[in-house]
């Protein structure tokens, strides 16, 4: 205290000696670069790009955080009701963009275009997110002060999904290429002309959503990769044209932890099991003959007797002659874990001796996900997982192209032609032009099993306004003999719906810290 008193004005004015100033953080401008490709840890990551599934009918979480919204047992109080309420990440956005504004002399015109950008975009993806999931959102373009931020209050869903295209549409498309950036992974126009496709389906503008997919298709720049396999595994990246936008990893510096969390314990990764298919979802893999797999037996399907046929005590038939992308996506009872041909393990949830058998491991599915794993690696990469994330692709573009067709009723033709490019790829038959409401249903069990673990299930629920429909009731996992001789598929839990869940609740934390936040409706 003496020397504070002693020596204040000289404290007060003269910079830290070990830390860099504001002012001079700023007049940097590889340091203001820094500060634009920090903001990148804003955009996905694990927890909405593969763990989003499990507060969907595809998957369950071990964990309460995903498992309570997935059953509807989640309240305002819910952890994954709070990571959606995004405003830490709103905060930090806003600050960069002011240190932009502050770098401005320092940099060319074209690089403060560009760099705004960027950032800008990033802002635009992380509110629509919010506005996604809570509705009527605060709208806040500028850092605040503690003070300021409790007298913050909910500006109107629309006012703010204005504010978000006009971002997108006015201020990144036209700058966002001012400077050309070599670097992968960074914002591109076809990353926005995606994107807004994307923000456009879900607001069921199927005019914008034809321009804005028309824009990545004329590009010329994207393809649908050869192998649906190889798209989701680490060996892909770096010379894969189908990603448009995507988060990106590099070991040992930038990891995530997805081969541990998402394998079995039995694996070469120790793993902890965490996302646990159901039923309902494997249930959706079609027969290799492209139709669903419960007609087989009815339509005379060569493949019913020979899955009947290859069905043993440490087998299961069921699963043979299956759409391609269920081997891709999904483990089932005594999946084989092989690697040049030779079987490293086998996933034992229905087998006694195996550290992951059902009784000893009571939370066990009967199905884990293995898209996204490096099938190839080795037990020191269990916590060091570098396969990117795919947060937009070339994919993901044509079947949206396909929605916006057949909802509008304008070219049922063309989007047949583009639900099949896709099942094309994945070694499925072509599906024939149908009626309007023939091809909506063809086209959302295409999109189910195309994006299954890509973040995208909930979304396409919520936009379809089938939550009821399958989000409540009973759910189960696979046949084992562990719960019966008879093997019966394993209950897993029973799930409620109540449409006030079409938006999820402010969470009170905030409403605590700001009397000015109302509440949704219901909740």
């Excluded at 680490?234 to 070991?251: L, M, R, T, W």
């Excluded at 562990?482 to 969470?507: C, G, Q, T």
Aim: proline residues 3%.
């Amino acid at each position: 205290m003496a020397l504070g008193v002693s020596s204040c004005d000289s404290f007060l004015t003269t910079p830290p000696l070990d830390q860099i100033s504001e002012d001079q953080w700023w007049s940097d401008k590889s340091q203001t670069e820094m500060m634009v490709k920090g903001a990148y840890q804003y955009v996905y990551g694990p927890n909405e790009v593969v763990l989003r599934d499990c507060i969907s009918d595809n998957a369950t979480h071990r964990e309460a955080k995903y498992k309570e919204v997935g059953n509807g047992t989640y309240t305002t109080q819910s952890a994954a009701v709070k990571d959606e309420w995004k405003y830490a990440s709103i905060a930090k956005l806003n600050y960069i963009l002011e240190g932009i504004e502050k770098a401005k002399d320092q940099i060319s015109e074209e690089e403060y275009l560009r760099f705004n950008a960027e950032v800008r975009f990033i802002r635009a993806f992380v509110y629509y997110d919010m506005v996604f999931f809570f509705g009527d959102v605060p709208l806040i373009t500028k850092t605040l002060s503690v003070a300021e931020a409790r007298e913050t209050s909910r500006q109107p869903r629309q006012e703010v999904l204005d504010f978000i295209l006009k971002e997108l549409e006015d201020g990144v498309l036209p700058n966002i290429e001012k400077v050309a950036i070599t670097e992968t992974g960074r914002v591109n126009k076809q990353v926005v002309n995606a994107f807004l496709s994307r923000i456009y389906l879900h607001e069921k503008n199927y005019e914008k959503v034809l321009y804005y997919t028309n824009e990545v298709i004329k590009a010329g720049k994207y393809e649908l990769h050869p192998s649906y396999e190889e798209l989701f595994r680490p060996q892909a990246d770096g010379s894969n044209k189908e990603v448009i936008f995507e988060h990106q990893y590099s070991s040992p510096l930038v990891v995530h932890e997805l081969n541990r969390n998402l394998s079995p314990a039995s694996s070469i990764y120790a793993g902890w099991s965490h996302v646990l298919g159901l039923q309902e979802l494997v249930d959706d893999y079609e027969c290799v003959n492209g139709h669903p797999v419960s007609e087989c037996e009815s339509l005379g399907c060569e493949y019913f007797q020979k899955r009947k046929d290859a069905e043993a005590e440490t087998y299961r038939g069921e699963y043979d002659f299956r759409d391609p992308r269920l081997a891709a996506t999904i483990m089932w009872p005594y999946w084989e874990w092989k690697v040049g041909g030779n079987v490293l393990s086998r996933y034992g949830v229905d087998d006694p001796d195996s550290k992951d058998y059902v009784k000893k491991e009571t939370h066990m599915t009967g199905f884990l996900v293995t898209k996204w794993v490096d099938l190839q690696g080795e037990y020191a990469d269990r916590t060091r997982g570098q396969k990117n994330l795919t947060i937009l692709r070339y994919g993901d573009v044509l079947l949206m192209r396909a929605e916006a067709l057949i909802e509008s009723g304008q070219d049922l033709g063309e989007a047949v032609t583009l639900i099949n490019q896709i099942r094309q790829r994945a070694g499925m038959p072509d599906i024939v032009i149908a009626s309007q409401s023939v091809l909506r249903e063809k086209l959302r069990h295409e999109r189910r099993i195309e994006t299954a673990f890509e973040g995208l299930r909930y979304y396409d629920i919520i936009r379809w306004r089938i939550a009821d429909k399958v989000k409540s009731g009973k759910v189960y996992g696979a046949r084992l003999k562990a719960i019966s001789e008879a093997m019966d598929n394993k209950f897993v839990e029973e799930r409620f719906w109540n449409d006030k869940m079409y938006l999820f609740p402010v969470p009170q934390e905030a409403i605590d810290n700001n009397s000015n936040l109302v509440q949704n409706k219901d909740w």
